[in-house]
DNA sequence: TCTGGGGTCCTAGGACCC
DNA sequence: TCTGGGGTCCTAGGACCC
């Protein structure tokens, strides 16, 4: 039987905030998703008073100020920061995981013995907490699936944060009270489609026929009743290449000039270049959308997308905003009011099994040292020290963050004082 | 006034090949 | 008069995740 363990961060956002400032601590605190859009994070404080995850942020302000909750913008570089010293920190006790998010680990325990997993997923966060500060829950099962709902159990349920499915002679009676969407892999179309056919928990997922369930959904569908059987069907992936990098934000308000959507896909496209040669890869082609906003009933919708591919892979910024921007002015419209654009790059390839093409000069060399000056600046100087003319300097069309706190571990003057 | 951003995987259908 | 079938590859779109 195979090992899992997911490690999961409590309230993550809410806890890298109280890191610097304890004074949140037993206090309501949410973080909002960017442009201050919906409420992403949620202390057990404010979870008790009612406030749902994913809500819009407006929805709620009057619940907010009444019960006096303190709110902050989402903070990534900070966040991104915490999330690294605790992905290091279980990396050293355990090297065999795989980074499934900001917050979460899967953990590979094939090559422990079954008698000491509880010990094991103790010593881990502790010490996670003594060096990071950041308090972790753990769920340990034979599946992925399983160890995600023993994970749920350990952090609503167990006051040392940790629970193992492998134990418990009542599994059946456990995964009964799981509702069929809270299920990792079924959401709202599925759960609804799930019940309409009677079927309404994961114990009722798990009898269920898997025939039947493949005539009806597919083959994804089918693996998680596997796996809520005991069958490990979803394997850990150790790999941490991206088979795609994307750019995109909402504009803090309505954009119709295209010289400004320009401007933003041309900072988008710089960024994503960015993270695409931190990851040492180049794309073969990138994909732009522009759209206006859904949730403006009375405005008229558009959105359209494009796709490009290149005749050699290629990381370079200046290349692909100029790709990127063409693309905008093939998709956009001047008739609409726009509220979002971004760029996917798509078909990565490592960096260095580059092939060159027969019919064009490679002179690629040159640009990659261009591009290693220009990360090698932008890196030891600060973001955006040196950029492209086309990023602009105006940012109309910037996104809203009001409440953001200090860059507390990435920038020297953010950084705690003590006196 | 104000509703995120960044990913993964699977499938169906069309183009193309012999 | 009768005009194929089987395979692969690619892409767009849709489902899901946090």
């Given at each position: 039987?195979?090992?899992?363990?997911?490690?999961?961060?409590?309230?993550?956002?809410?806890?890298c905030?109280?890191?610097?400032?304890?004074?949140?601590?037993?206090?309501?605190?949410?973080?909002?998703?960017?442009?201050?859009?919906?409420?992403?994070?949620?202390?057990?404080?404010?979870k008790?008073?009612?406030?749902?995850?994913?809500?819009?942020?407006?929805?709620?302000?009057?619940?907010?100020?009444?019960?006096?909750?303190?709110?902050?913008?989402?903070?990534?570089?900070?966040?991104?920061?915490?999330?690294?010293?605790?992905?290091?920190?279980?990396?050293?006790?355990?090297?065999?995981?795989?980074?499934?998010?900001i917050?979460?680990?899967?953990?590979?325990?094939?090559?422990?013995?079954?008698?000491?997993?509880?010990?094991?997923?103790?010593?881990?966060?502790?010490k996670?907490?003594?060096?990071?500060?950041?308090?972790?829950?753990?769920?340990?099962?034979?599946?992925?699936?399983?160890?995600?709902?023993?994970?749920?159990?350990?952090?609503?349920?167990?006051?040392?944060?940790i629970?193992?499915?492998?134990?418990?002679?009542?599994?059946?009676?456990?995964?009964?009270?799981?509702?069929?969407?809270?299920?990792w892999?079924?959401?709202?179309?599925?759960?609804?489609?799930?019940?309409?056919?009677?079927?309404?928990s994961?114990?009722?997922?798990?009898?269920?026929?898997?025939?039947?369930?493949?005539?009806?959904?597919?083959?994804?569908?089918?693996?998680?009743?596997?796996?809520?059987?005991?069958?490990?069907?979803?394997?850990?992936?150790?790999?941490?290449?991206?088979?795609?990098?994307?750019?995109?934000?909402?504009?803090?308000?309505?954009?119709?000039?295209?010289?400004k959507?320009?401007?933003?896909?041309?900072?988008?496209?710089?960024r994503?270049?960015?993270?695409?040669?931190?990851?040492?890869?180049?794309?073969?082609?990138?994909?732009?959308?522009?759209?206006?906003?859904?949730?403006?009933k009375?405005?008229?919708?558009?959105?359209?997308?494009?796709?490009?591919?290149f005749?050699?892979?290629?990381?370079?910024?200046?290349?692909?905003?100029?790709?990127?921007?063409?693309?905008?002015?093939?998709?956009?419209?001047?008739?609409?009011?726009?509220?979002?654009?971004?760029?996917?790059?798509?078909?990565?390839?490592?960096?260095?099994?580059?092939?060159?093409?027969?019919?064009?000069?490679?002179?690629?060399?040159?640009?990659?040292?261009?591009?290693?000056?220009?990360?090698?600046?932008?890196?030891?100087?600060?973001?955006?020290?040196?950029?492209?003319?086309?990023q602009?300097?105006?940012?109309?069309?910037e996104?809203?963050?009001?409440?953001?706190?200090?860059?507390?571990?990435?920038?020297?003057?953010?950084?705690?004082?003590?006196?």
């Open positions: 039987m195979s090992k899992f363990a997911l490690l999961d961060c409590n309230n993550f956002y809410v806890s905030e109280r890191l610097f400032n304890p004074s949140l601590n037993n206090k309501p605190v949410l973080v909002l998703s960017n442009n201050d859009g919906c409420i992403v994070a949620r202390s057990n404080e404010a008790k008073l009612g406030i749902p995850m994913g809500a819009p942020y407006h929805h709620y302000r009057q619940v907010i100020e009444k019960n006096n909750i303190a709110v902050f913008s989402s903070n990534y570089q900070f966040y991104g920061d915490m999330s690294q010293r605790v992905m290091d920190s279980l990396s050293m006790i355990i090297p065999n995981i795989e980074i499934y998010s917050d979460e680990a899967f953990i590979h325990l094939d090559n422990f013995n079954s008698n000491n997993l509880t010990d094991i997923a103790k010593h881990i966060r502790n996670i907490f003594m060096w990071t500060g950041i308090p972790t829950s753990i769920g340990i099962a034979p599946t992925k699936t399983l160890s995600k709902i023993a994970n749920r159990i350990a952090k609503k349920h167990r006051a040392n944060g629970f193992d499915i492998h134990d418990s002679s009542t599994k059946d009676k456990i995964i009964s009270d799981i509702p069929v969407e809270d299920i892999g079924i959401s709202y179309r599925w759960g609804r489609k799930l019940r309409a056919l009677g079927i309404s994961a114990l009722e997922l798990k009898n269920t026929d898997t025939k039947f369930i493949r005539n009806n959904f597919s083959i994804v569908l089918e693996r998680i009743v596997y796996e809520l059987r005991g069958l490990s069907c979803i394997d850990i992936n150790l790999s941490t290449t991206k088979k795609s990098i994307g750019s995109s934000k909402s504009f803090g308000k309505l954009i119709i000039e295209i010289e959507i320009e401007e933003a896909i041309s900072n988008y496209a710089a994503a270049c960015e993270k695409l040669r931190t990851q040492k890869s180049k794309t073969n082609g990138i994909y732009v959308f522009l759209k206006t906003n859904p949730f403006r009375n405005e008229p919708q558009y959105q359209k997308s494009a796709t490009l591919g005749d050699l892979p290629t990381s370079d910024t200046g290349l692909i905003i100029r790709s990127a921007k063409n693309l905008i002015k093939r998709i956009y419209d001047n008739r609409y009011r726009y509220h979002k654009c971004g760029i996917i790059l798509l078909d990565l390839v490592p960096e260095n099994q580059i092939q060159s093409h027969l019919f064009i000069k490679y002179d690629e060399y040159r640009k990659d040292n261009l591009m290693k000056v220009l990360d090698n600046i932008n890196k030891s100087m600060g973001r955006k020290t040196i950029f492209h003319a086309s602009g300097i105006k940012y109309e069309w996104t809203r963050r009001n409440k953001v706190s200090q860059h507390y571990t990435t920038k020297w003057e953010d950084l705690p004082k003590i006196y």
